[in-house]
Nanobody
Framework: VQLQASGGGLVQAGGSLRLSCVVS????????VGWYRRAPGKERELLAT???????DYADSVKGRFIVSRDDVPNTVYLQMDRLKPEDTARYYC???????????????WGQGTQVTVSS
């Protein structure tokens, strides 16, 4: 299973970016895909989750500015980030929890991350 995150970059404060996370892997069905970030010297922060049933949830720090969505083909989860602030500068990671067919165990995978830098 691979999670390929992309879409990061340098943007001015107030700007927007859209991150993508492609989840690939034979027979792997993600139940929850989450977006996290880690800024230098800070703890990893959960930003948003998107479930296989279409439910989205957000951290207070990004609620109203970030939107998570999904395309089924390919299995891609997006994070639309608007009104970015310098404090949003961090490396952003996607994470997937899911199963392989009917096997009764949940597995967790991480992508390699993509850097987002917001200049003031």
């Amino acid at each position: 299973v691979q999670l390929q995150a992309s879409g990061g970059g340098l943007v001015q404060a107030g700007g927007s970016l859209r991150l993508s996370c492609v989840v690939s892997g034979s027979n792997f069905q993600p139940n929850v895909v989450g977006w996290y970030r880690r800024a230098p010297g800070k703890e990893r922060e959960l930003l948003a989750t998107f479930t296989s049933s279409g439910d989205a949830d957000y951290a207070d720090s990004v609620k109203g500015r970030f939107i998570v969505s999904r395309d089924d083909v390919p299995n891609t989860v997006y994070l639309q980030m608007d009104r970015l602030k310098p404090e949003d500068t961090a490396r952003y990671y996607c994470n997937a929890l899911g199963r392989f067919g009917a096997y009764p165990k949940t597995f967790e995978y991480w992508g390699q991350g993509t850097q987002v830098t917001v200049s003031s």
